[in-house]
T-cell receptor
Framework: DVKVTQSSRYLVKRTGEKVFLECVQD?????MFWYRQDPGLGLRLIYF???????EKGDIPEGYSVSREKKERFSLILESASTNQTSMYLC?????????????????FGSGTQLSVL | ELKVEQNPLFLSMQEGKNYTIYCNYS?????LYWYRQDPGKSLESLFV?????AVKQEGRLMASLDTKARLSTLHITAAVHDLSATYFC???????????FGDGTTLTVKP
């Protein structure tokens, strides 16, 4: 089974701190994604990556950056955390091989990190 | 901009009843997904629908896709308590890769 591991389940940080959220997948997936989930707003895409060292902005990239130095690891960085970044952060990965095999790029999610910024 | 709308957003059902969740999307797409999220847990994939007229079934859940109407349905047959969860549809436009999610439908099945 695909495993997507997020480093922390719960995290509490102070306003202005630099925050790193780590995500590792073990199935050699090409594509990795960061979403945030907020009540009433659903899932919103922050950043994604189709390959090592490449990144693309999603729908709400402001205040975030990402790093993908290795294929299996995709990090989300909050440069200066703010209270409106309090949220559940979900990492996901998908495979191009899935598309070729007709299963079409479904996402495999990590268990999420609930971040509170005080 | 791709928009994905689900309805209803909240659904309370009696056990044994049938119901349908609807997912409409605004632009052409060739891939539609359904996910399930249990309270306090992450999302897991239920169905992948890749072509017009596609139908997938797993237990009491059946998903279908009409690309001309830009509509997918998730039909629940003879609901049981274990189906209580939030169900999301997500759409990925052709060759774009990234998925846009609906707001989710929170299903509660009561005895």
């Amino acid at each position: 089974d695909v495993k997507v591991t997020q480093s922390s389940r719960y995290l509490v940080k102070r306003t202005g701190e630099k925050v790193f959220l780590e995500c590792v997948q073990d199935m050699d997936h090409e594509n990795m994604f960061w979403y945030r989930q907020d009540p009433g707003l659903g899932l919103r895409l922050i950043y994604f990556s189709y390959d090592v060292k490449m990144k693309e902005k999603g729908d709400i990239p402001e205040g975030y950056s990402v790093s993908r130095e290795k294929k299996e690891r995709f990090s989300l960085i909050l440069e200066s955390a703010s209270t409106n970044q309090t949220s559940m952060y979900l990492c996901a990965s998908s495979s191009d091989r899935d598309s070729k095999e007709g299963v079409g790029g479904r996402l495999f999610f990590g268990s999420g990190t609930q971040l509170s910024v005080l | 901009e791709l928009k994905v709308e689900q309805n209803p957003l909240f659904l309370s059902m009696q056990e044994g009843k049938n119901y349908t969740i609807y997912c409409n999307y605004s632009t052409t797409s060739d891939r539609l997904y359904w996910y399930r999220q249990d309270p306090g847990k992450s999302l897991e994939s239920l169905f992948v629908l890749l072509s017009n007229g596609a139908v997938k079934q797993e237990g009491r859940l059946m998903a279908s896709l009409d690309t001309k109407a830009r509509l997918s349905t998730l039909h629940i047959t003879a609901a049981v308590h274990d189906l209580s969860a939030t169900y999301f549809c997500a759409v990925a436009p052709t060759n774009a890769g990234k998925s846009t999610f609906g707001d989710g439908t929170t299903l509660t099945v009561k005895p």
